[in-house]
């Protein structure tokens, strides 16, 4: 499996349809600076106890990250310093796959030569590598619909499109 580093926004997602098991079957694990585990664990995206029960269960490991180098990539890139931290790790451990929703980073991982994946693209993966039904996988989709997603109605209605093909 390749390995792969995240930012908070596609584990949240996941948390939030209840399927941060697909990291795990995709990916193995994923990696995630501590600056992304204090963001995720302290604040609302945690009510479930998803999330650290991920952690637990090793679908999410944390590393610790070098927090001037997180800085500098950060102010380089136009980018949060959570992302800043995430892209240090990624470096550092030679990651392949970077998942992210986030546009700037997006265009800043692949500009740095990862393979990027959003959350629609690990819901997408799913399906190919039969971990999801294409039934299953639009159900998800469509919940990211909903306000609390912020991913826009037209990038959904294609990855529908594409299951409906599948």
């Known amino acids: ?21 697909l990291i795990k ?3 193995g694990c994923s990696n995630i600076p501590e600056y992304v585990r204090s963001e ?14 991920a952690i637990e269960q090793k679908i999410l490991k944390v590393h610790k990250t070098r927090d001037k180098r997180a ?7 136009g980018i949060h310093i959570g992302e800043g931290h995430v892209k240090e790790l990624a470096e550092r451990l030679k990651a392949e796959i970077f998942l992210s929703n986030e546009k700037k980073v997006r265009n800043a991982a692949k500009t740095e030569g990862f393979i990027v994946v959003g959350t629609i693209g690990v819901i997408l993966r799913s399906v190919t590598q039969n971990l999801l039904i294409a039934k299953e996988a639009i159900r998800l989709l469509e919940e ?9 109605p037209d990038i959904i209605n294609k990855a529908i499109d594409s299951c409906n093909r599948l």
């Open 144 to 152: 990211l619909k909903g306000e609390e997603f912020r991913i826009h």
């Open 1 to 21: 499996m390749q390995p792969a580093v995240s930012d908070s926004d596609v584990i949240i997602h996941l948390a939030k349809l209840n399927e941060l098991r």
């Open 25 to 27: 079957e995709l990916y």
């Open 71 to 77: 800085r500098e990539i950060a102010k380089r890139y």
């Open 40 to 53: 995720i664990v302290h604040y609302q995206y945690n009510e479930t106890g998803l999330i650290e029960e």
